[in-house]
């Protein structure tokens, strides 16, 4: 039976010239409520542990609440990620469970939500290819997810075959296949009833995802305008459905800009920023629910004729006085004793000593430097390789090498990116790389594909000469492809000149991507080969 409000004005009835989810009074209101809202958000910024929903109105008796909960860029952290900031461990999914099974014992009207960027990123998830989270997720009863760039990092098969794991929809309405007829790679939205109310959920995708994951992995797929997919699906659901929300991976500054445009969205659930945010932009309500199963977002709607009337929404963080869920835990448990076995898993044996070298004292080219630098050159395809030395934590001795001491010597959860830089960024980076001798050699640059000499007794800035890059003399004005891991990419080390230089991450870890170079190459030699020269 049909019990939309005939008169018009609300999300099922598009006319496109006069869409409005909320009435004049309820913008008003909205307003008002906006205040504490804001003012709490950037207590919970600062780190008071206030709740976004105190000093809002009460929920009105009328209308249907429906709750909404949403997680979003969890990379794979099913156990908590270690936060330097804190000094601990916060959050994880066992946690999260723990807030779902008690907000669903208070509020049968619930749906749970993930933005994206979720199968990969820890040992425990890129192990076994996903399947665990997709597990646990299962268990947590979670309604629909949308596909994020990341997710695509294990390849089509593989994705395919966790979207068959799911029993859930993982939903990409913008992404196709491209050869013969284009046909959906994933289902474009799900309806679900909650609360006696039909609701219509779209996925889009980041229309960014072929360069914010390696390009093989998405050969065969295009990835449309999410504003465009947006209105067909907006306009074909309408109908149908009570309210619309829009899941989405496309992160907050482009959601906020774009999504608004599109008349009948009553909610949208983002990520892709790893940010905490909750905003109101025209009649569309955007959150956004930060990383790692640190927070858990709720937002609460109440829906009248098809109108949302008023909302609150609060984030809650994943302390570690919340209990674990025993289950989650029960499901966790295998795969990371699995973890700790595959660590002792002999890859290929080492010739010679892998020198890190004492970074902290001497400014030095080292053979693991070589290795690592040649990994990320090869593996891109890029010009050069630029690896911080201090991203180098042990040395790996003669012998078997072990899974566990890839991770031993390289331990950060560092991705492979590619930048593009001038010869005359370049020639700045190598410079700061060799002008650090107070807080020692953390950003000196281990290299590949290029060479350079420099003088530690010359003034900052006049430091580096006779570079060259594939035996040819660097060119200040020509553009080259750099790879490097993404934590310099974002100016770790004080590499300021890499900020805003990403074309390609390609989502896969570094210690990733080395151990696979091992497993193949094994037996290794890497040499110091005078690729750096000082003088």
């Known amino acids: 039976m049909d019990t939309r409000n005939k008169s018009g004005g609300n999300t099922r009835n598009m006319k496109e010239d006069n869409m409005h989810l909320r009435s004049k009074s309820t913008k008003n209101r909205m ?29 009105r008796e009328q209308g249907t609440t429906i709750t909404i909960l949403h997680t979003g860029d969890i990379h794979g952290h099913l156990d908590p990620p270690w936060r330097a900031e804190e000094g601990e461990y916060i959050g994880g999914i066992a946690r999260i469970a723990t807030l779902v099974n008690q907000i669903r014992a208070e509020q049968p009207n619930t749906i749970l939500l993930d933005a994206g960027d979720t199968i990969h990123g820890t040992s425990v998830a890129n192990l076994f290819k996903g399947k665990p989270v997709i597990e646990v997720m299962n268990a947590m009863g979670y309604t629909a997810m949308v596909v994020g760039n990341h997710d695509f990092n294990f390849g089509l098969k593989v994705l395919q075959e966790r979207a068959n794991q799911a029993k859930f929809p993982i939903l990409g309405a913008n992404v196709r296949y491209r050869t013969g007829v284009p046909v959906p790679f994933l289902p474009p939205y799900t309806i679900v009833e909650v609360g006696g109310l039909r609701i219509g959920i779209i996925g889009l995708a980041t229309a960014r995802t072929p360069i914010l994951t390696h390009p093989k992995n998405v050969v065969d797929l295009e990835f449309l305008d999410e504003v465009t997919v947006a209105w067909k699906f907006v306009k074909q659901l309408a109908p149908q459905v009570d309210l619309i929300v829009v899941l989405n991976h496309m992160g907050i500054g482009a959601a906020a800009a774009r999504l608004p445009e599109v008349h009948g969205i009553a909610v949208a659930v983002t990520a892709h920023c790893h940010t905490q945010i909750l905003k109101e932009v025209g009649n569309t309500i955007l959150v956004s629910s930060g990383h790692h199963s640190e927070v858990l977002g709720r937002l609460d709607i109440v829906v009248e004729d098809g109108i949302v009337t008023s909302f ?151 430091r580096i000469f006779k570079v060259t890059i594939g035996g040819l003399p660097l060119e200040l004005a020509r553009t080259y492809r750099v790879a490097t891991n993404c934590f310099l990419a974002a100016g770790g080390d004080g590499y300021t000149m890499f900020i805003n230089k990403v074309r390609l991450d390609t989502g896969i870890f570094l210690r990733d991507a080395v151990a696979a170079h091992i497993r193949v190459a094994t037996p290794i030699h890497p040499r110091v080969e005078g690729r750096v020269k000082g003088v």
């Open 31 to 59: 307003l008002l409520t906006l205040v504490p809202i804001l003012l709490a958000i950037s207590l919970v910024v600062a780190g008071s542990p206030v709740s976004v929903a105190e000093g809002i109105n009460p929920v």
């Open 312 to 462: 609150t929404h609060e984030f809650l963080p994943t302390s570690l006085d919340i209990k674990k869920d025993a289950a989650i835990e029960g499901i966790i448990k295998p795969y990371r004793e699995a973890v700790q076995v595959a660590m002792a898993e002999v890859i290929g044996v080492t010739t010679i000593l892998l020198d890190r070298g004492m970074w902290w004292e001497v400014f030095r080219e080292t053979n693991m430097g070589n290795l690592v630098a040649d990994v990320m050159r090869k593996f891109t395809g890029a010009d050069i390789a630029i690896q911080n030395s201090g991203g180098l934590r042990a040395n790996i001795p003669v012998g078997p090498i072990t899974l566990g001491d890839i991770f031993t010597a390289l331990p950060f959860d560092n991705n492979i990116v590619v930048l593009e830089l001038t010869g005359a960024e370049i020639r700045r980076a190598l410079e700061h790389g060799v002008s650090q001798p107070l807080i020692g050699g953390g950003a000196f640059p281990q290299v590949s594909g290029m060479s350079f000499t420099f003088d530690p007794a010359r003034p900052p800035g006049e």
